[in-house]
């Protein structure tokens, strides 16, 4: 029998091979075990008045297209909801005031829950990964009631999400 391969070619092919045929393995048990947490960490006081809202990430997203982000941070994001808007964190810590916040979102697919909030003055959104639509819900019942929430987030907030 000829050996028309060498070794290396034959091992990269198995590795190909098996590599081909298990990611298709794994994006479907991805999509299938990737639903919200239903038991979320809790929201804490700052101490200040505050309320921390614990995060799995924050991303920096453009208005309209909600699943591109532009920076993110998953090592210490934060959103701490104040009486006079909110402090958050994705690449450096920074407030926003009520009326800089124009309306608040709930967009969810497998395990991630977002949160993103629109600016008057930006095209950028500052999304936050929640990890569950319960904190999602909690997190809403937060904001101020003349804050614009999307239909999503009114039916989540309704107890419908």
């Given at each position: 029998m000829v050996n028309w391969m060498s070794e290396p070619a034959q091992k990269f092919m198995v590795e190909t091979l098996l590599?081909?045929?298990?990611?298709?393995?794994?994006i479907w048990r991805w999509l299938r075990s990737g639903?919200?947490?239903?038991?979320?960490?809790?929201?804490?006081n700052d101490g200040n008045g505050g309320k921390i809202v614990p995060l799995i990430a924050t991303f920096s997203g453009l208005r309209g297209l909600p699943w591109i982000g532009f920076a993110?941070?998953?090592?210490?994001?934060r959103?701490?909801?104040?009486?006079d808007g909110i402090t958050y964190r994705i690449a450096m810590l920074r407030f926003r005031g009520w009326g800089d916040i124009i309306q608040v979102d709930v967009q969810s697919v497998g395990a991630t829950v977002?949160?993103?909030?629109?600016?008057?003055d930006s095209l950028f959104t500052f999304d936050a990964?929640?990890?569950?639509t319960m904190l999602a819900a909690q997190t809403l019942a937060l904001l101020p009631d003349?804050?614009?929430l999307t239909d999503r987030a009114k039916?989540?907030?309704m107890g419908g999400g």
């Open positions: 590599f081909l045929g298990g990611l298709p393995w794994l639903r919200p947490s239903i038991t979320p960490l809790p929201i804490i993110s941070n998953n090592l210490n994001p959103l701490v909801i104040q009486s977002n949160l993103s909030f629109a600016f008057r990964n929640v990890g569950s003349h804050i614009a039916l989540l907030l």
